[in-house]
C-alpha cells in the first residue's frame, strides 16, 4: 500500500527473533536500504563494507543474540517504518570519530544511542519516525533509561546520507536538546529519560 490517510495510527514493535521477517522484508524491498547497509554500520567500529548479502547475515546473527536493537512501524501489518536504538556498547562506530571524541563527553554516563531512521517512500512525512522515536524511548525507559544521543541534520537540505540521522525538529518535539555541533551538518542532541 502506497501512501495512506494523514491520520494513520501506527503499530509499532521492537525488532527481535519475532519480527526479523518483518525488517528483512522492509529493508528487501529497499535494496538493503542504501546498497545494502541493513542498519549495520553504526554497529561496526573501523572499516566498513556496503556488502548486502554479508550485511544481512550479520544483522541477523546481532538480532538471534540480541545485540541488535530498533523499532519497526506498522501501517496496516505492513512494516513502514525503523529506527535503530541500543547501548553505546553495541553501536560504537561514533567512538572512533575525531569530532566526538573532541565534545569530551562523559563516557562513564549510562549512555543510549538513536542512529538511524528509515521510511518506506510512500510514508514519508506522515509521522512515521516520530511514531519509531517515541517507541524507541518508551523501549529504552523500560530497560532503565540513562542519556540518550541522536546526530541530527542541520542542514534545511542535508546530503542524503544525514537524512537517515533523523532531523533536529524531529528530536525537539521529543524533548532533547542540542548540546554540540558534529561537523558539518550534523549536531548532537541528548534527553535523558527517567
Known sequence: ?????????????????????????????????????????????????????RNRRTKHALVKERRAHGILVYADDEPVGWCAFGRREELPRL??????????????????????FFVDRGWRRRGVAAAALRAALTAIRRRGGGVVEAYPATQSRPPRTLLYYGTVPLFER??????????PGQCVMTKRVR
Open 174 to 183: 521529543e524533548g532533547f536538546r542540542r548540546v554540540a555541533g558534529l561537523g
Open 95 to 116: 567512538d572512533g570519530v575525531r569530532r566526538y571524541q573532541a565534545l569530551a563527553l562523559d563516557p562513564r554516563r549510562k549512555l543510549w544511542r538513536i542512529t538511524c
Open 1 to 53: 500500500m502506497a501512501g495512506g490517510a494523514a491520520r494513520t495510527r501506527y503499530a509499532t514493535r521492537e525488532l527481535g527473533p519475532a519480527t526479523w521477517r518483518d525488517f528483512a522484508r522492509l529493508f528487501s524491498k529497499h535494496n538493503g536500504v542504501w546498497g545494502g547497509c541493513w542498519c549495520v554500520y553504526s554497529q561496526t567500529r573501523g572499516g566498513f563494507v556496503t556488502d548486502g548479502p
